[in-house]
């Protein structure tokens, strides 16, 4: 038949592949919800700020607070902490941004950038290894800061990652001191 | 091999299905009439003792899944229960979690077989591939089902290996948030591994069946990798191979009842007792034996590797174990398939043996001192026997010489000298009686 219609296309070419792009968007659009319906649901989205009171923490203590399904540090660092925490120089930091989200993407990894506003032995992260998601332990580790058991990545007092697999320092959420002895989260 | 079927039907019912739905056909043609070659060793009856472990898993898993509930709240007591109340349940999981362990050592027996006997050469590099795609189902599936029980390894075990997704910048945390269904491991997570847990062992048997198809297209290797060349080299799958494969599965299984019965918890951590606790990291986790070597590999990377992390450089050190796998026949470059032949190969087969297992006992070892480096090592040594050791020994290596073929290699050189090439043997020159 290809001799009476050479190569010129024709009606029944142009829908055939009408016809085939209509099927392929419509094949993807039925996979999505699929796959949508994998991530995380309503009632896990569903919101996140929640109140801690703070006012039993003694210096040199911590309390562990639960946000979005994962363990948040808050502790009341001793002097001497700081103090180390201080005096590392910035070159030596595997991760040299503070992972604040207070902050500006951007800001260094300096103490007070990962401390509590103002409030510089306070400090409040995810207490989650930026490698694989483990818990680490604290005051413990080459830096007394935290060390994760899972692979040996080791943080210094101020939760910035000195060692180990881990690429990042531990992240600190979104919070704010409501009143001396309260920290809302979220 | 697929040569012409010599099946015929004894009666009248039987002509009358093979003429609608040759069904009895195709299973005498496979496992009956099916020609192997006359050599094979023990080494290959690992095949249908993986067959043998899936069906064992699959009856096991679906009666366990009776009894399981894959809620968070529920899933640690419902394991309990069925240790404590079902009938036989004890039986059950713990022929399912031994099972599981079963299941490697087979498996990693039976592709260490086809590492020196060169069973992935050509034209068997579908079949080869198609083998690695089971592994990796495998370890999925297995990795899935560990989750299930809800004790502290399984829960911890599950953040770390989700966590390797997070390695890939930009779509990574997306990523493993469509896995989680959250932005922790919870309740979301544990009931899709259940379903996906009880979906992926089919998915095998599915690739089982392309894989012995594959094996029957091409025909087996066998010890000396030379090509079946006459119907002296081969002998009929039943009774030969059905029986030594049967002393195979009896003998194996005979070791895996002594596990499930004597020693049950051997290949388990005690932690995986304990209810899972998301605030809490175990001092030290480990995953079973049998994925530690990847393991050890992926804790190696410790530096940054230009613009790589250490995180994502971990991370694809260990997927990258796998994937040079499915390059394995085009990265050996010998012309001969068995190790029998390849003096040196030979060496470094077992060095990369040893490797493995060296690699496994770093994975079990604490993340500290002089382990991390010992694991670099043995990562190194890992991929330098796909990337550079086997390249280059195919083009210096100068092999012994290989048989004519099998027969010859197995009834001896006087067998020889009574063939032309290529022509059948006089009779009597063979003394099996399955060859009158």
Redesign the interface.
Known sequence: MSVDHPIEPTRRDFLLIATGAVAAVGAAAAIWPFIDQMNPDAATLALASIEVDVSQVAPGQSITAKWRGRPVFIRQRTDEEVKAAKGAPLGDLKDPVARNANLPSDAPATDENRAAPGKENWLVMVGVCTHLGCIPLGQSGDYDGWFCPCHGSTYDTAGRIRSGPAPENMAIPPFEFTSDTTLRIG | MSGHSSYVPTNRFMRWVDARLPLPRLVYDSFVAFPVPRNLNYAYTFGGILSLMLGIQIVTGVVLAMHYSGNSALAFHSVEQIMRDVNWGWLMRYMHANGASFFFVAVYIHIFRGLYYGSYKAPREILWILGVVIFLLMMATAFMGYVLPWGQMSF?GA??????F?AFPIIGDPIQ????????V?N?TLN?FFSLHYLLPFMIAGVVILHIWALHVTGQTNPTGVEVKTKDDVVPFTPHATIKDGLGMVVFLLFYCWFVFYMPNFLGHPDNYIPAN????????VPEWYFLPFYAM??A??F?IGPI????G?VLVMFGSIIVLFFLPWLDTSRVRSAVYRPIYRIFFWVLVVDTIFLGWLGSR???GIY?TLALIGTIYYFAHWLVILPVLGLVETPRKLPASIAEAVLGPNYASGTAAGAAPPSGSVSAPENR
């Open positions: 911890w953040t770390v290996i989700t966590g390797f997070t948030q469509l896995l989680l269904g959250g932005f922790a919870d979301a899709r998301p605030l809490k990291t175990p001092a030290h986790i992926l804790r990377i410790t940054n992390d250490s995180k994502l971990g604490p993340a500290e991390p």
